[in-house]
């Protein structure tokens, strides 16, 4: 009598097991939890760069290109007798 009713039992499943496409996959909580964790690293990183780049003062090098501008005389620029 055991095989019987697991014989039935059987019967009920498949049906169900059927149903479920084998195509179809999904993450599920798990993934969602570790691209949760992912943006929120992604977002503290980029708050901290911000800040760090904030902090940053540089003056920017003089074109090297570009002509001195001419002093003018009596600032202290030799004169040409």
Do not use: C, Q, Y
């Not at 003062?57 to 001195?68: Q, T």
Request: net charge negative.
């Amino acid at each position: 009598m055991p095989d019987m009713s697991a014989s039935l039992a059987m019967t009920h499943m498949v049906p169900l097991a059927a149903e479920i496409n084998n195509d179809k996959v999904t993450p599920g909580v798990l993934g969602f939890i570790v691209f949760a964790a992912l943006a929120l690293g992604v977002w503290m990183l980029m708050k901290s760069m911000n800040r760090h780049m904030g902090k940053v003062d540089f003056e920017e090098a003089p074109d090297p290109s570009a002509a001195p501008p001419a002093a003018a005389p009596g600032k202290g620029a030799p004169k040409n007798a």
